[in-house]
């Protein structure tokens, strides 16, 4: 799970899958946001409007996933 090394004194570890996991919690995060404003909606909705309001709270997520995640650089290490 961890990999460390001792660098001058101190030890710097690194986390395998660190980009997932932290693109995990920025959805975690996200769609709980989204679900709790959604939640008054989806509690008056019927089956075929919660079917196209569950595609639209998918859809925010993604973009809301994307907006947490635009200062994360690819080549980061975790």
Not at 33 to 38: A, D, K, L, S
């Amino acid at each position: 799970m961890f990999r460390s090394s001792k660098i001058h004194g101190t030890t710097a570890a690194f986390v395998v899958d660190g980009r997932r996991r932290l693109l995990s919690g920025i959805d975690a995060e996200v769609r709980r946001e989204i679900e709790q404003n959604n939640a008054e909606e989806w509690n008056a909705s019927g089956l075929w409007q919660r079917w196209f309001l569950l595609r639209r709270m998918d859809r925010e997520t993604a973009e809301g996933i994307a907006k947490r995640a635009a200062d994360v650089s690819p080549n980061s290490l975790f």
